[in-house]
Each structure stands twice: as C-alpha cells, then as structure tokens.
C-alpha cells in the first residue's frame, strides 16, 4: 500500500507561516487524489483541503485564502502552505490519499493516512 509522510510542522505565532509536506512513496503518485485534514484535542477530525491528478482543488471555509495546496508530481509530494496563521489552526494535520475521483471532501473516501504532524500556534 501507500506510505505517507508528513513533515514541516512545529510551534509557531499568529500570523505565521508554515508549509507542510507530504511524501508518497510505493504508489503511482499521479494517480491519486491527496488532501489534508486536522485535528484538535477532543474534536472531531475535519477537511482542510485536496488536490486531484488532475490539480483540481477544494478547501475547507476556514481555511480559504489562508492555506494553499500543490502537488509536485517528479517528487511525489504534496505541499500545505499554512498563512496568517491562527490559534484555531493548532491540531494535528494528516495527510491522506485516494484513488477516487471524487471524494466529496469526506475523510471515509480517503484510503491511505499518514502519522500526522504537530502543528502549534501560540496567541
């Protein structure tokens, strides 16, 4: 199956920047859909954003014109970038991948997780 690593997290203040990353290996990378998601202690996991094969793009209300996603096929990766950060950005951010088409932004559609990576904002 698809290994995902997440990488590019960390502790940061409002208004910062991050981007994240997320490498895919053991998988024909231009074949799947990728998205993030996060989550909060005691919340539930949500959509934050996803990117199809073919660089069609979705994001989350809380998070459009903030965050941007891209994918760099020749490295089978794909990049978070996280502005103007804000405390209720702080969770834990997964990457996740597909094989579908559509997934209409919901996590069950999502076959392949990574870890997940830390991310931290400080008011």
């Known amino acids: 199956q698809v290994q995902l690593v997440e990488s590019g997290g960390g502790l940061v203040q409002t208004g910062d920047s991050l981007r994240l990353s997320c490498a895919a290996s053991?998988?024909?990378?231009?074949?799947?859909?990728m998205g993030w998601f996060r989550q909060a202690p005691g919340k539930e996991r949500e959509f934050v954003a996803e990117i199809t094969w073919g660089r069609l793009t979705a994001f989350a209300d809380s998070v459009l014109g903030r965050f941007s996603i891209f994918r760099d096929d020749t490295k089978s990766t794909v990049y978070l970038q996280m502005n103007s950060l804000k405390p209720e950005d702080t969770a834990l951010y997964y990457c996740a991948a597909t094989t579908r088409g559509l997934t209409h932004s919901r996590p069950e559609n999502y076959d392949f997780w990574g870890q997940g990576t830390q991310v931290t904002v400080s008011s």
């Open positions: 053991r998988w024909a990378f231009t074949t799947l859909t």
